[in-house]
């Protein structure tokens, strides 16, 4: 019945408007928590630069000297470091992210090396285990609001594995932060550090005059204090921006699906609206042929509203 | 002349300031600078920081690890756990130097974390105990 149709549609509506509730809320919660993020960014930069100088320092002062997280091996096994996130609802974000993962894992493997995973976030952890994949650590509710804590754990696991030559390389994977609009998947070698000197040209090139720096203890142990914090560092910042790109990400797909629930209830509406006119057409042609079958013996009737009536009893006759 | 002072954690800058003069205990002892001193590198052990400002009054800061930079007049300290005096908990730093003694007598292999986290709490106490006796 056309009166039934109607109910159906009005309750389509109705959720799908609540879902358009849902998915803006979400929306703009995105956006507050993409500004925090790149906030947080901004705020970690300082430190990320004064080690960045410490280290051209040390670089100028020649105290290049061997250190473990330096070392460059044979590549027997790599392990990667893959940052997703815990909750879905982010359009492309992890899908990139573990897709660019496991290629690089599959071409490796072709070349005869091991691999070992290092997950952070829940998505990239139920793909590779899904798929049987061997998980040498994995890492949850680290990457909505990443802290530097986070980090150095990660960190810590990661150096120490390396440095006890678990695996000769390490490359991080994650969603690098460009602009709201655009964040890109990123692979970056993480371990071993390239030299020193390479890290030291990548700088700002503030480097002082070297011979004036003193170190103490000696340059070698304050490099060898000093790689761990910068290997953290580098995660940390990899961490906030992933965890801006998550944010970003989740804030477009949910402005997509706001925008379809909109398109969705003017749809719907349109229909509900016909729905009910026909039912009101319906119900005022049962009622001018009641009243014309009771009067049927008087002949005032007009021709063309008999004929049109007759016709559209046929038609529903057709339809039930 | 003044040195300028900025205390930064991997998380954002934490404190900055103008000072006459910074005392900080590197690997080989207490290491003092003003003015004019060399370019210098140091890695910090845990202990105060004591960080004489232009009007006299002293600022001190707990710091569990990390490294002083100092080039040209500024003096810049990098730590991921760093604390102000006035913002440590006496109470917390002691139950927490339990905790981790507690946790260090009862586990043979107590990890480096444990010891970490008992150096914390004393250094915490004993930064405090400075900051409280000086008033």
Same mark, same amino acid.
């Given at each position: 019945?056309?009166?039934?149709?109607?109910?159906?549609?009005?309750?389509?509506?109705?959720?799908?408007?609540?879902?358009?509730?849902?998915?803006?809320?979400?929306?703009?919660?995105?956006?507050?928590?993409?500004?925090?993020? *790149?906030?947080?960014?901004?705020?970690?930069?300082?430190?990320?630069?004064?080690?960045?100088?410490?280290?051209? %320092?040390?670089?100028?002062?020649?105290?290049?000297?061997?250190?473990?997280?330096?070392?460059?091996?044979?590549?027997?096994?790599?392990?990667?470091?893959?940052?997703?996130?815990?909750?879905?609802?982010?359009?492309?974000?992890?899908?990139?992210?573990?897709?660019?993962?496991?290629?690089?894992?599959?071409?490796?493997?072709?070349?005869?090396?091991?691999?070992?995973?290092?997950?952070?976030?829940?998505?990239?952890?139920?793909?590779?285990?899904?798929?049987?994949?061997?998980? %040498?650590?994995?890492?949850?509710?680290?990457?909505?609001?990443?802290?530097?804590?986070?980090?150095?754990?990660?960190?810590?696991?990661?150096?120490?594995?390396?440095?006890?030559?678990?695996?000769?390389?390490? /490359?991080?994977?994650?969603?690098?932060?460009?602009?709201?609009?655009?964040?890109?998947?990123?692979?970056?070698?993480?371990?071993?550090?390239?030299?020193?000197?390479?890290?030291?040209?990548?700088?700002?090139?503030?480097?002082?005059?070297?011979?004036?720096?003193?170190?103490?203890?000696?340059?070698?142990?304050? /490099?060898?204090?000093?790689?761990?914090?910068?290997?953290?560092?580098?995660?940390?910042?990899?961490?906030?921006?992933?965890?801006?790109?998550?944010?970003?990400?989740? *804030?477009?797909?949910?402005?997509?699906?706001?925008?379809?629930?909109?398109?969705?209830?003017?749809?719907?509406?349109?229909?509900?609206?016909?729905?009910?006119?026909?039912?009101?057409?319906?119900?005022?042609?049962?009622?001018?042929?009641?009243?014309?079958?009771?009067?049927?013996?008087?002949?005032?009737?007009?021709? %063309?509203?008999?004929?049109?009536?007759?016709?559209?009893?046929?038609?529903?006759?057709? *339809?039930? | 002349?003044?040195?300028?002072?900025?205390?930064?954690?991997?998380?954002?800058?934490?404190?900055?300031?103008?000072?006459?003069?910074?005392?900080?205990?590197?690997?080989?002892?207490?290491?003092?600078?003003?003015?004019?001193?060399?370019?210098?590198?140091?890695?910090?052990?845990?202990?105060?920081?004591?960080?004489?400002?232009?009007?006299?009054?002293?600022?001190?800061?707990?710091?569990?690890?990390?490294?002083?930079?100092?080039?040209?007049?500024?003096?810049?300290?990098?730590?991921?756990?760093?604390?102000?005096?006035?913002?440590?908990?006496?109470?917390?730093?002691?139950?927490?130097?339990?905790?981790?003694?507690?946790?260090?007598?009862?586990?043979?292999?107590?990890?480096?974390?444990?010891?970490?986290?008992?150096?914390?709490?004393?250094?915490?106490?004993?930064?405090?105990?400075?900051?409280?006796?000086?008033?």
């Amino acid at each position: 019945m056309a009166g039934g149709q109607e109910k159906a549609l009005r309750r389509r509506i109705n959720s799908v408007q609540s879902t358009k509730k849902i998915t803006r809320a979400m929306e703009l919660i995105a956006t507050t928590r993409v500004a925090r993020a *790149q906030v947080r960014a901004r705020e970690a930069r300082p430190y990320a630069e004064k080690i960045t100088s410490v280290i051209e %320092d040390l670089a100028a002062s020649g105290a290049a000297a061997s250190h473990p997280l330096l070392a460059t091996r044979e590549v027997e096994r790599v392990a990667f470091v893959i940052i997703t996130s815990d909750r879905g609802l982010a359009g492309a974000y992890n899908s990139g992210v573990i897709r660019a993962a496991e290629r690089e894992l599959m071409a490796r493997r072709l070349e005869g090396q091991d691999y070992s995973l290092i997950l952070i976030g829940k998505k990239a952890r139920d793909y590779f285990s899904f798929r049987h994949y061997r998980i %040498d650590e994995s890492y949850e509710a680290m990457t909505d609001r990443p802290t530097y804590e986070d980090a150095r754990r990660v960190a810590e696991t990661v150096i120490e594995r390396f440095e006890a030559a678990e695996f000769d390389e390490v /490359l991080l994977v994650y969603q690098e932060f460009v602009s709201m609009g655009t964040q890109r998947v990123a692979m970056r070698r993480f371990l071993p550090l390239v030299s020193v000197e390479t890290m030291a040209a990548a700088g700002s090139g503030s480097a002082q005059a070297a011979a004036l720096y003193e170190f103490e203890p000696s340059p070698g142990d304050v /490099l060898s204090a000093l790689l761990p914090r910068y290997v953290e560092s580098r995660l940390f910042s990899a961490l906030l921006d992933a965890s801006a790109s998550e944010h970003a990400s989740r *804030q477009r797909a949910m402005k997509a699906a706001t925008d379809n629930a909109e398109e969705l209830i003017t749809k719907l509406s349109r229909a509900m609206n016909r729905a009910r006119q026909d039912a009101i057409t319906t119900e005022i042609m049962e009622i001018v042929g009641g009243a014309e079958a009771l009067g049927s013996s008087g002949d005032e009737v007009e021709h %063309d509203v008999h004929d049109f009536e007759t016709a559209y009893a046929e038609a529903t006759q057709e *339809q039930s | 002349m003044v040195l300028q002072v900025d205390l930064v954690s991997p998380e954002g800058p934490v404190y900055s300031a103008e000072a006459s003069m910074v005392v900080a205990r590197s690997a080989d002892g207490d290491i003092a600078f003003q003015t004019g001193h060399v370019p210098f590198v140091g890695v910090l052990q845990a202990d105060r920081v004591k960080v004489f400002l232009l009007d006299g009054s002293e600022q001190l800061i707990a710091v569990h690890r990390g490294f002083v930079e100092v080039s040209g007049d500024r003096v810049t300290i990098l730590s991921d756990v760093a604390e102000l005096a006035e913002h440590l908990d006496p109470e917390r730093a002691k139950a927490a130097l339990e905790r981790a003694k507690a946790a260090i007598s009862a586990n043979i292999e107590a990890g480096p974390d444990l010891f970490f986290d008992k150096l914390k709490a004393e250094t915490r106490l004993k930064v405090h105990d400075t900051f409280m006796g000086r008033d």
